[in-house]
């Protein structure tokens, strides 16, 4: 996600390990592409569009946590499961 936090949500120290779930839901609303019906992942380009799917895609840090990446929006984005459990510790925008 690019931009700053948005005010309503919870700040998280950027230390934390993952991201909270209010923040993943945000992403969510924001990825939301209406002309698609849905939000893409950003790893294979799937198209989530029921709620029982976005529920299921991941908040991913870009840069990894393990790789010193903050737990931050700027480094927040959304993966399928497939595609997160694919990426471990790699740098993939």
Not at 1 to 18: H, I
Not at 23 to 34: E, L
Not at 78 to 91: D, E, M, Q, S, V
């Amino acid at each position: 996600m690019t931009g700053e936090l948005p005010e309503f949500l919870e700040r998280v120290a950027p230390t934390a390990r993952m991201f909270p779930a209010s923040w993943r839901d945000a992403a969510i609303r924001v990825a939301f592409d209406r002309q698609a019906g849905g939000v893409q992942c950003r790893g294979c380009a799937g198209l989530f569009r029921r709620p029982a799917e976005l529920r299921r895609l991941h908040g991913d840090h870009i840069v990894p946590f393990s790789r010193g990446g903050l737990t931050t929006w700027a480094n927040l984005q959304l993966l399928c499961a497939r595609c997160n459990l694919r990426k471990h510790a790699k740098h993939q925008p």
